[in-house]
């Protein structure tokens, strides 16, 4: 288990079991992620608050790790940074910041300068908003199914179909449900790992309907339920 928190840097339960934990990065704890063995080493996926994001084989001592934030993406964006490791396919990982969305396929040994920059998602998103909400898909990856989940800023959710093997310039599908409330942010999406038309979508603010499922998710205008 591992996890970030606000002032408290990432930690992780000591030797994989247990509920004692030891620091592995200081700092503002932010988004993190586990690979699977990969050459024998399991790597961790750790950050800063506005935009840092360090790889670091678990076997390193507390605080070390390489930097792989993509250029330009360091001290900017939401004060949490967001990315997101396809847990059941381990070298393809996702990045965020602000509208942008950057994707590796080689996520053990990419730099910051081997990121690639999906400029449609950027497009789709549009400059005045951020990307606040990540899911993919689960199970062995294939083309036919893969879908990539993106919740935004204005409260928006889209799909995009194939995210690692798309162009970069490949716009989503904008599956944001007619009854979704007008204010508010998507804090979080979660897709049914036996099910991917099954996925919910969270919103924060006060004082609205919070909570949507949908058993469509997979079509072109999903049906959402409050």
Not at 14 to 25: D, K, Q
Not at 74 to 92: Q, R
Request: glycine share 14%; no cysteine.
């Amino acid at each position: 288990v591992i996890g970030g928190a606000q002032d408290n840097g990432s930690t992780r339960n000591i030797g994989g079991i247990g509920t004692s934990f030891e620091s592995v990065m200081g700092g503002d704890g932010v988004s993190v992620g586990l690979s699977d063995l990969i050459g024998g080493i399991q790597y961790e996926y750790v950050g800063f608050q506005l935009g840092d994001i360090i790889r670091r084989a678990s076997t390193l001592a507390d605080g070390f790790g390489t930097l792989i934030t993509p250029p330009g993406e360091s001290g900017s964006g939401l004060f949490v940074t967001l990315f997101k490791p396809d847990v059941d396919n381990a070298e393809i990982l996702y990045y965020a910041n602000d509208n942008a969305l950057y994707r590796t396929l080689s996520a053990s040994t990419v730099t910051s300068a081997t990121w690639t920059s999906m400029t449609g998602i950027a497009t789709a998103v549009g400059a005045a908003n951020d990307i606040t909400a990540i899911a993919t898909t689960r199970g062995v990856y294939s083309a036919a199914t893969a879908s990539l989940f993106l919740g935004t800023s204005n409260g928006k959710v889209y799909r995009l179909n194939d995210p690692a093997g798309v162009a970069a310039g490949t716009g989503p599908v904008d599956i944001t449900g007619a009854g979704f409330p007008a204010t508010g942010y998507v804090s979080s999406i979660a897709v049914n790992p036996r099910n991917d038309d099954t996925v919910l979508v969270t919103f924060s603010n006060y004082g609205m309907t919070n909570v949507f499922w949908t058993g469509t998710a997979n079509s072109a205008v999903p049906v959402w339920t409050a």
